[in-house]
């Protein structure tokens, strides 16, 4: 084995160096790496290439279209929407789970509810603290009665001119289903309706004609036959 010897201090030992295995190692290293070299090879090219290219999504969009155009499809298309648009807002989906009343009912609903946060006045002092309990009724009152009905029952549209006639037409008229727009042309009066049934879910009416009125700081909903 080949060794490196260095001089030394008189007071040192010599010390020696063991290079034969580490030249070995770094010989073979060189020896796979130009192997590896040499057997690279071109293999050539084994199927068709093609460039890369997706047509703009915006450029299919508008030729479609032209094409819609063209055989008039796009103008149907417009025309349905138009036409479901007007039918939706002349007469809305009805109001789900109310239906026409078949017995009198009366019930009373509380439209109190309770501060979840403090109201401030305008220096920022708590006027309302949270957790208080606040009535609406205490401090305005129910301008008018209101009236619930399905306008696409002629019953309930008899009983709706009646209410209007013994409360001199100070009824405000809502409706859970039929065309409101229809209604307001032929009576000559402001018709309202319940969107999504968020009216008559919160006094938990469930059944039509039903008048709403006020009885002290509360609210008295009876449904009429």
Not at 26 to 50: K, M, Q, W
Not at 87 to 115: K, L, N, W, Y
Request: aromatic fraction near 4%.
């Amino acid at each position: 084995m080949h060794t490196l010897q260095t001089s030394a201090r008189p007071d040192q030992p010599r010390r020696t160096f063991a290079l034969g295995s580490h030249l070995r190692m770094a010989i073979a290293a060189i020896t796979l790496l130009a192997s590896l070299c040499a057997h690279a090879r071109d293999l050539g090219v084994i199927g068709p290439v093609y460039a890369i290219s997706e047509p703009s999504l915006i450029e299919v969009i508008q030729a479609k279209l032209r094409e819609m155009d063209a055989s008039g499809g796009l103008a149907r298309l417009q025309r349905e929407s138009q036409a479901r648009i007007r039918r939706e807002v002349e007469q809305p989906a009805p109001v789900a789970g109310i239906t026409r009343a078949t017995r009198a009912r009366s019930f009373h609903f509380d439209p109190s509810i309770e501060v979840p946060y403090p109201i401030l006045d305008a220096d920022g002092r708590v006027i309302v603290a949270p957790g208080t309990r606040v009535n609406p009724l205490d401090t305005v009152s129910l301008s008018r009665p209101l009236l619930f009905i399905d306008a696409r029952d002629s019953a309930q549209l008899e009983r709706a001119q009646r209410e209007l006639g013994a409360h001199k037409g100070q009824v405000k008229l809502i409706l859970t289903g039929g065309s409101y727009l229809d209604l307001m042309r032929r009576w000559k009066l402001a018709v309202f309706y319940d969107q999504q049934g968020r009216l008559s879910t919160q006094l938990g009416i469930r059944h039509v004609p039903a008048l709403v009125t006020q009885d002290g700081n509360r609210l008295r909903i009876d449904e009429l036959l």
